[in-house]
């Protein structure tokens, strides 16, 4: 909010808008917990990071019904995979032009025919 102030805005009129988007926030919030506590009551969520010489899902699941079923008051599992990071993910995106390729190659050979 403070940067919205020294912006330029004032106070009077920032404050009933944050007001309005909590309350529409709030309404979302408890709505969407409503139809998710309907529909997935009994379910147990796992969250597991991909490897590919790890285990597998459906080894977690034999698991889980052999071991843990019989015990928790769950009805059923649900697995979710996520792959790690890679340094397509660390790496900023970038985009060549022509020009600049044109460039890189010009430079290139200069380095390659000079003595």
Not at 22 to 49: P, R, V
Not at 66 to 77: K, V
Not at 92 to 110: G, H, M
Request: charged share 20%; aromatic share 8%; glycine share 2%.
């Amino acid at each position: 909010m403070q940067c919205l102030i020294e912006r330029g805005h004032k106070l009077g009129n920032l404050i009933p808008l944050f007001e309005q988007a909590e309350a529409a926030i709030d309404a979302k919030a408890f709505h969407s917990y409503k139809q998710n506590k309907n529909s997935n009551d009994h379910t147990l969520y796992l969250h597991w990071q991909y490897h590919p010489q790890g285990i597998q899902r459906s080894n977690l699941r034999r698991l889980f019904e052999e071991h843990l079923a019989p015990f928790l008051d769950y009805d059923r599992m649900t697995t979710a995979l996520s792959r790690p990071l890679n340094l397509r993910d660390l790496l900023p995106r970038v985009t060549l032009t022509a020009e600049s390729s044109i460039n890189n190659q010009i430079a290139e050979n200069q380095m390659l025919n000079s003595p």
